[in-house]
């Protein structure tokens, strides 16, 4: 058999066995691939894709504590940092934790790593961890966020919470 039949064949295979769902993805799954969207705009160093999976009205808080307002902020402070000083960076979701309210206000915690990233005086920064809060909100069928805070990790957790255990693990440096 030559390779185009065998391909053929195998196509046609998955598309008889494989099961396909008319139903939309659940709230929660849905509401989890925010931050696989978020890093694959990342990966793609694209801060108009980042900010498609913004509201219009969108409040976002840098790690630096930027406080960005409206989709249009964040789309320009996102395509100058992406194309910048974290041009050659990647930030890679961790533990992801949703909670729907029944407001239909969701929160979408999840832990990241990032790497590649510099300071502003170009000095390259060692690999980071933190945690960032999104709230989202469903809006014409999809859900968008809302408002995010983002959180760099300090390198030892406080001796304050040494018997509290975090729902989303954050690793320490």
Not at 97 to 121: C, M, N
Not at 123 to 136: D, E, H, S, V
Request: charged residues 20%; contains cysteine.
């Amino acid at each position: 058999m030559n390779a185009k039949v065998t391909i053929l064949c195998a196509a046609a295979w998955l598309a008889i066995s494989s099961p396909v769902s008319s139903e939309p993805m659940s709230d929660e799954a849905a509401l989890r691939q925010l931050p696989i969207a978020f890093s694959e705009a990342w990966a793609k160093h694209d801060g108009h894709q980042l900010a498609r999976i913004m509201a219009d009205d969108v409040d976002f808080v840098t790690v630096g504590a930027t406080w960005l307002h409206g989709s249009g902020d964040f789309e320009k402070y996102h395509s100058r940092l992406l194309t910048g000083r974290f041009k050659g960076s990647t930030i890679t979701p961790l533990d992801v934790s949703v909670r729907i309210l029944p407001s239909g206000i969701a929160f979408v915690r999840w832990s990241w790593t990032i790497e590649g990233d510099k300071d502003p005086d170009g000095t390259a920064r060692p690999q980071r961890f933190g945690l960032m809060t999104m709230f989202a909100e469903k809006r014409d069928g999809a859900w968008v966020v809302v408002a995010a805070q983002n959180t760099n990790a300090s390198t030892e957790s406080p001796p304050e919470a040494a018997d509290i255990r975090s729902p989303i693990t954050v690793p320490r440096q």
